[in-house]
């Protein structure tokens, strides 16, 4: 599939995720949010550059379980918690932070 934002073509998965992460930038994100219907704020881009740079760091995306202590570490309990990263992310936190943040579909998602 391809995605157009401007003049910038993209080329996406079937579901939607960016092929080349190296492609990303805060412009795609709002566009790929906004297919999403997703309204994005500041809790969101804190996340979505948190999950970018634990992906660089790392070389590998974690699994939920995995995901939602990252963020507690970095971040403390308020928001290191599922039922705050599911409200920025309702349809599923580690799928959409991924998705939105330009990277690929974690292994541990259907």
């Known amino acids: 599939m391809v995605l157009m934002i ?8 079937d579901d ?3 092929r080349d992460a190296g492609q990303w ?4 994100a ?11 704020g500041e809790a969101h ?15 590998h995306l974690p699994n939920a379980r ?3 202590a990252a963020v507690r570490k970095q971040f403390g309990e308020e928001k290191g918690n599922s039922r705050y990263l599911q409200k920025l ?7 959409y932070a991924c998705k939105i943040a330009g990277l690929p579909k974690p292994p541990t998602c259907l």
């Open 6 to 13: 401007g003049s910038q073509c993209l080329e996406t998965t």
């Open 16 to 18: 939607g995720f960016l």
């Open 25 to 28: 930038n805060q412009s795609v």
């Open 30 to 40: 709002e566009e790929l949010a906004r297919i999403e219907a997703l309204e994005l």
């Open 45 to 59: 881009w804190e996340i979505l550059f948190f999950i970018r740079d634990y992906y660089q760091k790392f070389k």
């Open 66 to 68: 995995m995901f939602v």
């Open 89 to 95: 992310f309702p349809q599923g936190p580690l799928k």
